[in-house]
């Protein structure tokens, strides 16, 4: 397979919509402007792969009654669930994610599904947190005590001596070594994307479309 | 403590609730180990919010962004208009809205769809995802280089400038009194940029002065990742909270008084 | 200056105000380009070693000796993020030993774009190691696009099949921390990789190792063993030289009093 077309592809669209951010010409911002916003339709075609992908693990697991099996029906379930009230029906016009049954699934079982395993985080940065204790070295304990001045910074519960600038502390750490490290993260994650991207477009690394040149 | 009263099941709102509150219940017994309620939930979820994403793909890009535009487009073909029809004005300028310009995506589009359909022509998927990748490449470059390298560099000597009422005022910043303190802060600020920075430097043995260096950067990057660690802690305390209070409150009806 | 230069000679225009951008990425890629022509004509580049990448055959290893598998996410984010094709990259070296070594890989995907192409990556990789036979798509699949929905599967993943690696590479959100520490509690050796600033402090708890940051990007280019992707890495490096003594003397020109250096960069904000 041949991969010298895409590569080209990638090249000129690459140059075009760096060169746009520089260059003040009409015909090359409406351009860009209509690749920013249309580009998304590519991904929206590929959901199709996706639940494609999907459909086969579990269609799979049904007919091999792998272990398990029953629950692949249930993400069958929630899937059409989601789609017929998203797509068959229609309510004096509010159709899609605005028809009642669809938002009232969203509210009802997506939402609290995802509130809840975003709260499972208060357990897990517990024992994240006893782990880090744990730890014997130098940096692991600039982190722990780090972490415990901020934490503590942020709840003025405890009042009277060292406590009472204990938000001070709190700010200090934030302001001073967080950001020093917070600069020299960001400014070499920068160099990083620049240098990744820049070989995609000169078509440096390839590896992103898979198969071979030759 | 008052109990009220518990979400009544009888009414859509209130099999809302209950069905909201076993969900939740159902998430947290992954805390004990995984079981047959998590399992259950966890491919609800699954099943419910991929369901969702093709609702919003469809309603929030397809049909507006590209079916509406055919169909426009189409319509201006069929009545003869073909400059209208691909988007462009009568003194042939680029108009906002595209129609039949959406061709070019929706060929794209079905590119990625021939992975699926046919193997064979699945090689013309990759011209699909070098345009998506290339635009992203080109996007990404210039904002990098200004959002995280160059407005991160002129944040750290603008400290510098702050302090200096001369710089500051012919600057256009507000001038802070530099007290010693604040001078200490602006240097230790330079020395743990500098220092992590090192800390980045790949093709440097780290000997001699670039080991101090990494050394050094190394202990401001697990300062500040602890800073950030215990800044977290709190609001994820308080997502527990919310659900707690979800299922006592909505659910259970109890309030403490 | 070279605006107006530009502008004048060629009457080209120019968006005011992108001067520094535009300067500094001339420079940057005039420097990767030197580097790439040193390596074309056999230059070898001496990188430092970077823990987490070392430990990644030690990893991969692991899970083979276990007779287990190895589990890859390529993170949260969308195809069009650069730390998702940096991830990719690196997929597709992981890959390969496990093609060698014959050791299962699963690649649960948040993005479909991004399935697709771990899908066409993996099955390369097992091609070049001649071992398309063992190549298995299905195990290569997409979940969901809902950020908890994909890290609930994630977990049920790890927690029934048990994988012996865990490789978390790209851009994670408040998740981070969930999927780590799952990996954690079934004792799987983690790596991960990612430039979300405010998610390293999780994984340098949680994981055995971390990429922090530009190390990310560098791991990419570093596991490719190819010298022209390596010479990437020293333009990297000479950008970050240049910038460390603009900074250094920019804070000391500035602290004299002097906002040369201030005006220098301020155009680009």
């Known amino acids: 397979m041949n991969n010298r077309g895409p590569l080209l592809i990638a090249f000129v669209c690459g140059m075009l919509m760096m060169a746009e951010s520089f260059l003040d010409y009409s015909w090359l911002n409406s351009f860009a402007e209509w690749v920013q916003k249309y580009y998304i339709i590519i991904a929206a075609f590929a959901i199709v792969l996706g639940v494609a992908s999907l459909f086969k693990l579990h269609l799979a697991k049904l007919k091999r009654k792998e272990d398990g099996w029953r629950y692949s029906l249930v993400v069958f379930f929630g899937f059409f669930a989601m789609i017929i009230t998203g797509f068959f029906m229609n309510d004096d016009g509010l159709v899609g994610t605005k028809h009642p049954w669809n938002a009232w699934l969203y509210n009802n079982v997506q939402l609290p599904l995802g509130a809840t395993m975003f709260s499972l985080l208060a357990f897990f940065i517990a024992s994240a947190a006893y782990r880090a204790f744990r730890a014997r070295s130098l940096e692991a304990t600039l982190l722990l005590v780090a972490a415990c001045l901020v934490m503590l910074g942020q709840v003025p519960i405890l009042t009277g001596g060292i406590f009472d600038n204990l938000p001070e502390i709190k ?12 600069r020299a993260i960001m400014i070499g994650v920068g160099l990083g994307m620049m240098s990744t991207a820049l070989k995609i477009i000169f078509g440096i690394e390839k590896t992103y479309l898979g198969g071979s040149e030759e | 403590m008052i109990l009220n009263l518990i979400a009544p099941l009888g009414t859509t709102e209130g099999l809302g609730i209950w069905i909201a509150a076993f969900l939740t219940l159902c998430i947290f017994s992954f805390l004990y180990k995984d079981n047959p309620f998590y399992k259950f939930a966890e491919h609800l979820f699954v099943g419910v919010s991929s369901g969702y994403y093709i609702s919003i793909y469809y309603w929030n890009t397809l049909k507006p962004n590209m079916i509406d535009e055919l169909v426009k487009g189409f319509k201006a073909l069929g009545q003869g208009n073909t400059q209208k029809a691909f988007g462009l004005d009568e003194s042939g300028a680029v108009m906002a809205e595209p129609h039949l310009r959406m061709l070019i995506p929706l060929m794209l589009g079905i590119f990625i769809l021939l992975i699926f359909i046919s193997r064979k022509n699945a090689w013309l998927s990759r011209i699909s995802f070098a345009w998506y990748i290339g635009v992203a490449s080109g996007i990404a470059i210039p904002t990098a280089m200004s959002t995280r390298v160059l407005l991160q560099a002129q944040g750290s000597i603008r400290d510098f400038c702050s302090y200096n009422s001369d710089c500051a005022t012919s600057a256009g910043l507000d001038p802070q009194v530099a007290t010693t303190a604040l001078w200490i802060n602006a240097f230790l600020l330079l020395i743990g940029t500098l220092s992590a920075l090192a800390y980045f430097f790949f093709s440097l043995p780290s000997k001699g002065a670039l080991k101090v260096m990494n050394k050094v950067g190394i202990y401001f990057l697990m300062i500040s990742f602890g800073a950030s660690f215990g800044y977290t802690v709190m609001a994820r305390i308080s997502l527990l909270i919310g659900r707690l209070q979800f299922l006592f409150y909505e659910w259970l009806g109890i309030t403490i008084s | 200056m070279i605006f107006n230069f530009l502008n004048l000679m060629f009457q080209i225009q120019i968006k005011e105000g992108t001067g520094p951008v535009f300067f500094v990425l001339v420079l940057f890629v005039a420097a990767l380009f030197f580097f790439l022509d040193k390596a ?195 333009a990297q490096d000479f950008g970050k030289a240049l910038l460390w003594i603009f900074l250094l003397l920019g804070s000391i020109v500035t602290f004299a009093g002097s906002t040369k250096f201030l005006s220098l960069l301020g155009a680009s904000t």
């Open chain 1, 171 to 182: 700010q200090w750490i934030l302001d001073i070594p967080n950001m020093a490290s917070k």
């Open chain 3, 40 to 234: 074309r004509k056999g230059a070898t580049f001496k990188i430092r070693k970077i823990a987490g990448l070392d430990a990644v055959n030690e990893a991969i290893g692991r899970a083979t000796e276990m007779g287990k598998s190895i589990l890859y996410t390529t993170g949260l984010e969308t195809a069009s993020h650069i730390a998702t094709i940096a991830s990719l990259t690196i997929l597709s070296r992981v890959a390969k030993r496990a093609a060698r070594y014959g050791t299962r890989l699963q690649v649960p995907s948040f993005d479909p774009i991004v399935m697709s192409l771990s899908q066409e990556i993996v099955r390369e990789s097992y091609l070049e190691e001649g071992m398309v036979d063992s190549f298995k798509g299905d195990d290569i699949f997409y979940l969901t696009q809902e950020q908890f929905a994909y890290t609930a599967a994630v977990e049920g993943v790890l927690v029934r099949e048990k994988p012996a690696t865990v490789f978390l590479m790209g851009y994670f959100y408040a998740e981070s921390l969930l999927l780590a520490e799952t990996g954690n509690s079934i004792g799987a050796i983690q790596i991960a990789g990612t430039d979300a600033v405010t998610q390293l402090p999780f994984f340098i708890v949680s994981c055995d190792y971390t990429l922090i940051g530009e190390e990310l990007y560098a791991a990419s280019a570093y596991l490719s063993e190819d010298s022209n992707i390596i010479s990437s890495l020293k």
